[in-house]
């Protein structure tokens, strides 16, 4: 069902690429265009298959959260630190309660590019980027075994 509407969306996304070409409209052949990949990217995501959650060690998590920020903090043009440090500064340094919505404008960072990298800051996966945060009705906060050392490395920076 979401696979034959992906691609039923595709198809009129190319019909509508094809038009603009057509009328030399280059406005809707770049909006087109756009759609077009965003379909073929949803549709990857949609064919890989689905990722086990790791046993639910929350030691061997704040390891790596440790690990990682640090590093993060040296690559400052990373999309995780870009998150991070939004939040940071948005939410006064964990003090003000930030909606997701106002985390992703604040980024500046597209869409589609912020919650790609969002969840991979929100879950314990294998292959996540280390879970910083914690959301609850749209709500983001820092993850409270993790919260005092994210805290101090921003305030060391």
Known sequence: ???EKIESINR???????????????????????IIK???FIN???????VKEVSNNSDDEIKKVKRKVPLWM????????IILSTYMKISNNDEAPVLLSNLEKESGMNSMLFYRHYNL???IFEK???????????????????TEFIIETFKNE
């Open 128 to 146: 996540n980027h280390a879970k910083v945060f914690v959301e609850e009705k749209e709500k983001v906060s820092l993850w409270s075994p993790v």
């Open 1 to 3: 069902m979401i696979q």
């Open 44 to 50: 990857e995501l949609y064919k890989k298959p689905k």
């Open 121 to 123: 800051m929100k879950n």
């Open 12 to 34: 009129v996304a190319v019909e509508m690429y094809k038009e603009a070409i057509q009328t030399n409209n280059t406005s809707f052949e770049n909006k087109a265009l756009q």
């Open 74 to 81: 040296k690559r400052q043009h990373q999309y995780n630190y």
């Open 38 to 40: 965003d379909i073929n």
